[in-house]
């Protein structure tokens, strides 16, 4: 399941499996050679995605297994992808904050990175052109790093005012689009605008409403994972199981 990953912990190392020999027999009093060893099986590295995200990431208010970094990976296996979902959601970070530790975070190979932040960022009425440069960077380093960068696009209520509703909403597209990132449109519209999907402090998703968020963001990772173009961390071919 995907691991959660706070202030105060460090990302635990990825363990390779490495195939097992299999034992042999001794080799008959022959003159004929003995049969060579078998070949071990080769190692099996599933796809590696990371969250990148603040408490929506994190699951505030509920066990990690129902965040949906968990549930996205889940859903993903059922469907037939090796694919392990790191979530690296902190509570309260905001895009400063996912800048501040992108770099950290790429130090493990990323096949896929999402970056699902910036909503705390209008909470506290932030300058958008900020918001946008940090989300921009984040993007790029991404890139850089050899990812395919997914970026959850956000909204907030009108009441913030109608230009920055609109600037806000605008931002992620003009991001998407001009560093070559896929866009997933409104994420959290859907959860947000529905009081039966949120906690009690009608900000963070139950247990259902974590679910649903998988369900949006699994079909399109699932279009990056199938992409012809798409290309993997570690060299090989068979990280990806297609139904």
């Known amino acids: 399941m995907a691991r959660i990953i706070s202030r105060s912990t460090v990302f635990r190392s990825l363990a390779c499996a490495a195939g097992l020999l299999a034992a042999c027999a001794p080799a008959p009093q022959t003159s004929a050679p003995a049969a060579p060893n078998p070949t071990p099986s080769p190692a099996i590295t599933d796809v590696r995605i990371v969250v990148l995200g603040d408490s929506l990431a994190a699951g505030l208010g509920l066990a990690e297994a129902d965040a949906f970094p968990a549930l996205l990976e889940r859903l993903l296996r059922d469907n037939g992808h090796a694919v392990e979902v790191v979530n690296a ?6 895009s400063a904050g996912g800048l501040s530790r992108v770099d950290w975070v790429l130090q493990q190979p990323t096949d896929i990175l999402v970056v699902e932040l910036g909503g705390n960022d209008a909470l506290r009425g932030q300058d ?5 440069s940090n989300l921009r960077q984040i993007v790029r380093r991404g890139s850089a790093s050899g990812a395919r960068v997914l970026l959850l696009g956000m909204d907030v209520p009108t009441n913030y005012g109608p230009d920055y509703s609109l600037g806000f ?21 859907e959860v947000g605008m529905d009081p039966t999907l949120l906690q009690a402090d009608g900000l963070h998703p139950t247990a259902e409403g974590q679910l649903r968020l998988a369900e949006i963001l699994a079909p399109h990772l699932e279009g990056t994972l199938s992409g012809d173009d798409f290309t993997f961390s570690s060299d090989a071919s068979n990280l990806l199981q297609e139904n």
């Open 89 to 94: 959601g902190v509570s309260g970070d905001t």
């Open 169 to 189: 909403s605008e931002m992620y597209e003009r991001i998407a689009s001009e560093e070559g990132a896929t866009l997933v449109p409104a994420f959290v519209r």
């Open 128 to 132: 958008l052109e900020n918001t946008e």
